[in-house]
């Protein structure tokens, strides 16, 4: 498993890119970060399903690319916005839940839309049963920095 920002998918040749990288880093599921498709919706290339979210104007957009065997498993997938993408996956134990997210840059003065970012995660994460494993996966625009609060390392 992974996740990628790909910076667009408008471009020739992009998925057959992100077909050889998946291959020679032996993964079965990727997440995409900067997709620039319109809309949301499923598709087929090769032996890979294409799962990806709502975008306008060719911004933004997030997406999953998963191998055939391991699509075979979906049970689901969900747009919250386009910047938030769930897709649920049959597992044992327990079902799977992969939310892949790309985080906005944000100035100072913006904690609103952080605030609506965070909630549009909160959406997500409801979206999914309390026993399902949940993963988190995208491009958090983050930077490596020297505060830290409780557990977490960088802020």
């Known amino acids: 498993m992974g996740a990628w920002n790909v910076l667009t998918m408008l471009q020739k040749g992009t998925l057959e890119n992100i077909k050889q ?4 880093k032996n993964l079965n599921i990727l997440g995409l970060s900067e997709v620039k498709w319109r809309g949301a919706g499923c598709m087929t ?3 890979y399903i294409i799962l990806y979210s709502v975008g ?7 997406g ?11 049970k689901g997938f969900w747009t919250v916005n386009d910047r938030v993408l769930i ?3 049959k597992c044992a134990p327990f079902d799977s839940g992969i939310v892949q997210i790309m985080h906005q840059q944000l100035k100072k003065k913006m904690t609103q839309r952080l605030e609506e970012f965070y909630e549009h995660i909160e959406k997500a994460m ?5 026993q399902d494993i949940r993963i988190i996966m ?13 557990n977490t390392v960088g802020v």
């Open 21 to 24: 990288e998946m291959e020679k």
């Open 45 to 47: 290339f090769d032996n």
């Open 56 to 62: 306008g104007q060719h911004q933004k957009a997030v």
């Open 64 to 74: 999953m690319i998963l191998v055939e065997e391991t699509s075979k498993a979906i």
């Open 87 to 89: 897709v649920k996956l």
């Open 126 to 130: 409801k979206q999914l049963k309390s």
């Open 138 to 150: 995208g491009d958090f625009n983050s930077k490596i920095g020297k505060g830290k609060y409780e």
